[in-house]
């Protein structure tokens, strides 16, 4: 059972007790939902990737976070925040998602992540492949309005369908935009690189309300000036954050299911997160890990700790004003 540290939030297990490499299979070893009366936050595993194009497997990428998510300590020096002391911390499990339906399993991610949100408890789904974060947009709009969004990846996601299918993981941003969960005026996308289908792909994109922060501005302006930028154009309102882990490049993230070189360092990736600190964060995901892909762990932990640091952010936004 995990820590309950006087009557405050039940943290992870110590590891100063407990060897981290056993005990619970949970998101750094915090406890279960069901193990507390009152959740501020829940990692919500999406173990769904029937709407991939390319390699699959990212179904098995709840597990692999978790797995991966063991070394974490609980203090961030880079936010000073203790994570998971300032708020409760929870993993809430696995959303139970029909592989042979993407409607249905859509459907379940929405209603799992809107069962939380009633009950006060702020989401960061583990995907999955990036098809779930239009579930997770569904319950975030359906709760804050329409939302920001924040999305780190190589690709747009924002395409019109692929086969003639509207559900995919190359198309959740369309739809959203479509449905009106997005607040057009303050979305971006940071990270994009790789080739196109059509020079038109921007044009349709920018129509509809994204930004591009691409992996070159990275390297021609460095991630601060990014961050800053990036800030500018998300405002004061609610922002949701998907991060696809393709955002990094191969050699920080080989175990995805469509790889882009050219990409992000996970440094530069946390430099960015970390500049986002007093943003209103109703939500987030981290997708598109693949494990089978996967070398040393090393997507794995980069998401764990991409993950990790959303859960900082969310700790400092919600302290006390003043
Ligand atoms: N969401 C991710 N990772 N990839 C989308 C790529 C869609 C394509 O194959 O064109
Ligand atoms: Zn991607
Ligand atoms: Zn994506």
Redesign the pocket.
């Known amino acids: 059972m995990p820590e309950h540290s006087d009557g405050g939030p039940i943290g992870p297990v110590d590891a100063s007790l407990v060897p981290r490499y056993g005990g619970a299979p949970t998101f750094a070893r915090l406890p279960r939902l069901d193990q507390v009366d009152h959740a501020d936050v829940a990692l919500l595993g999406v173990p769904f990737d029937s709407g991939v194009s390319y390699r699959p497997g990212a179904r098995f990428g709840p597990g692999h976070i978790r797995q991966s998510s063991r070394l974490l300590r609980p203090f961030d020096p880079a936010l000073r925040a203790e994570p998971f002391a300032e708020q409760q911390v929870v993993d809430a499990g696995d959303v139970v998602c029909n592989p042979f339906d993407i409607k249905a399993a859509i459907d379940s991610v929405h209603d799992a992540a809107r069962d939380l949100l009633a009950r006060g408890t702020r989401v960061v789904a583990l995907g999955g492949d ?1 098809t779930i974060a239009l579930g997770m947009l569904r319950a975030m709009a359906g709760h804050h309005g329409p939302v920001a969004v924040l999305h780190f ?1 190589a ?1 747009l ?1 924002t395409w019109e369908t692929y086969f003639g299918e509207p559900y995919t ?1 190359g198309t959740p941003f369309r739809r959203a935009a479509e449905e009106g969960l997005l607040d057009e005026r303050r979305c971006a996308h940071v990270g994009i690189r790789g080739p196109l289908y059509s020079a038109l792909d921007l044009e349709k994109d920018e129509q509809l309300g994204f930004r591009v922060f691409s992996a070159d501005d990275v390297e021609a302006h460095g991630a601060a000036n990014v961050a800053r930028g990036v800030r500018e154009r998300l405002g004061g309102g609610p922002v949701y954050i998907s991060i ?1 882990i ?1 955002v990094l490049d191969p050699a920080h993230a080989p175990g995805t299911g469509t790889p882009e070189i050219g990409g992000l360092s996970s440094r530069e990736l946390q430099v960015i997160l970390r500049a986002l600190a007093g943003l209103r964060i109703v939500g987030a995901d981290v ?2 890990v693949s494990p089978a892909y996967d070398h040393a762990e090393i997507s794995g932990i980069a998401a764990a700790n991409v993950a990790y640091t959303l859960l900082s952010l969310l700790a400092v936004g919600s302290r006390p004003a003043g």
Do not use: N
């Open positions: 990036h990846d690709h996601d993981h696809d393709d997708v598109e």
